[in-house]
């Protein structure tokens, strides 16, 4: 349960800002191990080897299938969310598709390690983890949806930040295209550019900004 007394106001109303700092604050140091962990280093200076980048497709396709699509419908469910974060959830819905399209081509387009169709223990325990987490309730489920999410943001900000501005031509396309899914046109620019574009185009921003708010309403809601 979020102990949602850290995110009361002096009026007794459960505070947006307050619960997403509290959330920064007690992840700090997972937030911290993300931007730094090694994978998502290679990706930004594009030295990730071919089998790891493969291994990953399937790690992610399997994971997606067995926990996240269960986490995501827990979440869109619960009630009274606000009108901007089901908006946002539709789009991310309509985004599923097109994103394991793009991992199904990687997973097929490299080699990978050995079991890499089978999950893996790590990601078996963190799909566990917001799978049991996401069961508890609403404020729960849009918990374990939004550190997903962030932390996905997250770690494919730093690659995308890594890279020279000569490597944002395909980025730049989808600042354009408001509407563009978060996987599309991924054969446009560099291996970069390619890595960082789906988790920061701007229709991925509406997701992590209304999904505070639909937890304060599930948290306050927890306590009436």
């Known amino acids: 349960m979020i102990p949602v007394q850290t995110g009361r106001t002096e009026s007794g109303k459960t505070s947006v800002n307050s619960i997403s700092a509290y959330l920064a604050g007690k992840c700090a140091f997972e937030i911290d191990a993300i931007r730094t962990h090694p ?43 606000p009108a901007a974060t089901a ?14 399209g793009w991992l199904g081509k990687l997973a097929a387009g490299y080699p990978v390690a050995p079991g890499a169709h089978e999950l893996w223990p790590d990601f078996t325990g963190y799909g566990a983890w917001m799978l049991v ?6 404020a729960e489920a849009l918990t374990a949806l939004y550190a997903c999410e962030d932390s996905c943001h997250r770690a494919f900000t730093v690659i995308r930040d890594a890279r020279p501005l000569a490597d944002a031509g395909a980025l730049a396309h989808d600042a354009a295209v408001r509407d563009h899914r978060r996987a599309g046109e991924l ?10 574009r789906w988790p920061v185009l701007p229709g991925f921003f509406p997701v992590l ?12 809601a927890a306590l009436a």
């Open 39 to 81: 994978w998502v280093l290679g990706a930004a200076a594009d030295t990730v080897d071919d089998e790891a980048i493969g291994t990953w497709a399937c790690q992610g396709i399997a994971w997606g299938e067995e926990y996240y699509g269960r986490v995501f419908a827990a979440a869109r469910s619960a009630p009274g969310l």
């Open 87 to 100: 908006a946002a959830f539709a789009w991310l819905s309509e985004s599923i598709s097109a994103e394991a």
């Open 133 to 138: 987490t996401a069961r508890k309730g609403p």
């Open 187 to 196: 054969g446009l620019g560099p291996p970069s550019a390619r890595w960082a």
């Open 209 to 220: 900004a209304s999904v505070p708010p639909a937890l304060a309403i599930a948290a306050t």
